[in-house]
């Protein structure tokens, strides 16, 4: 079934062309307790191309979602990568000064990325005068997806229920939000409670098209709701209107950190196969690039013979 399934995406979404990968690149972050190094990965030809931001789940790092990142990119789609402070990289650990910051700066780091474009433009061969602006998709997996959701209008409640600030970015047009937390509240475990103020969303405010991505059999460590936890934004967001469920799928979602990844408990390239391609297909027509990729792909999917997956959409 996969293997038909694949190549009907891949008449939807394409074949791929070469992609250029350039890193690490610096941008400027005034009083960021380390550099902020990114990835930025792009097609070799092709004008008018979109940028998608992916946001690492944590301790990851820039070299990090290959499978995403490189396909992304060779079905035309400028996919930037940083390298947030939780990185194993950097060694801030729970107990570290730094740590409490971290959920914030890496909205920031997102932030500055959108704010550099020009100076990542400039620094990829052959990139400059090919980035289209005014079409942008932020994406992240894991504690990547809430960081990608707030720039999308995803809130934080402080102690009392009040909403927080707005920290969404108008640049940002689209989101895919993989294995993303949460709302939070009594099944939240007390380490998380305790140490992640940002596992205490509101979705009301999210208006962004958004599509979620979770898994069946993903069971997290920080609540003990189901695997029906990573779909909250779904069901609470106005925007968030599509939602993709993978059966089998646990919080790796089949291996999207990359291949042969250690962490990856329900390894899967079929899985990671199928993911690649509705993905694309939905920044596709998220983005203006081909309205009717979505539907098609969404269709396709949905009447394979045996499916390893659902979409609903509101």
């Known amino acids: 079934m996969t293997t038909s ?28 307790p380390v550099p902020l190094e990114v990835r930025v990965s792009a097609p070799a030809s092709g004008t008018n191309l979109p940028v998608v931001l992916l946001s690492h789940g944590n301790g990851w790092n820039l070299d990090g979602y290959a499978p995403l990142a490189a396909f992304w990119a060779s079905r035309g789609f400028v996919v930037v990568q940083p390298t947030h402070l939780d990185s194993r990289r950097h060694g801030f650990g729970f107990d570290h000064p730094v740590f409490p910051t971290i959920w914030t700066e890496r909205i920031a780091d997102l932030t500055r990325i959108l704010d550099q474009l020009d100076t990542l433009e400039a620094a990829v061969p052959g990139l400059a005068g090919r980035v289209d602006r005014d079409r942008v998709a932020a994406t992240g997996h894991s504690w990547g997806g809430q960081t990608a959701q707030t720039l999308l209008g995803a809130r934080i409640l402080d102690g009392s ?31 998380a409670q305790e140490n992640f103020p940002f596992m205490r969303p509101s979705f009301q405010e999210l208006t962004t098209p958004t599509l979620v991505v979770a898994g069946d059999r993903d069971q997290s460590k920080m609540s003990s709701r189901g695997p029906d936890w990573f779909t909250d934004v779904y069901t609470h967001s106005p925007g968030a209107t599509d939602l993709l469920t993978l059966h089998g799928a646990e919080h790796g979602l089949g291996g999207i950190a990359g291949y042969e990844v250690a962490e990856t408990t329900d390894e899967s ?27 098609a792909a969404r269709a396709a999917f949905s009447g394979a013979p045996e499916p390893i997956g659902r979409v609903d959409s509101k």
């Open 161 to 191: 229920g009040r909403v927080g600030e707005d920290r969404s970015d108008s640049r940002v047009t689209a989101g895919v939000l993989l294995a993303a937390t949460g709302l939070g509240g009594d099944e939240l475990h007390p380490f």
């Open 5 to 32: 399934i694949v190549d009907t995406l891949d008449g939807i979404v394409g074949t791929g062309t070469p992609v250029v990968s350039v890193a690490p690149l610096e941008l400027s972050a005034p009083h960021r």
């Open 269 to 295: 390239p079929e899985r990671v196969a199928v993911l690649q391609r509705l993905t694309t297909a939905y920044l596709r027509t998220a983005l203006g690039v081909d309205e009717g990729a979505w539907p």
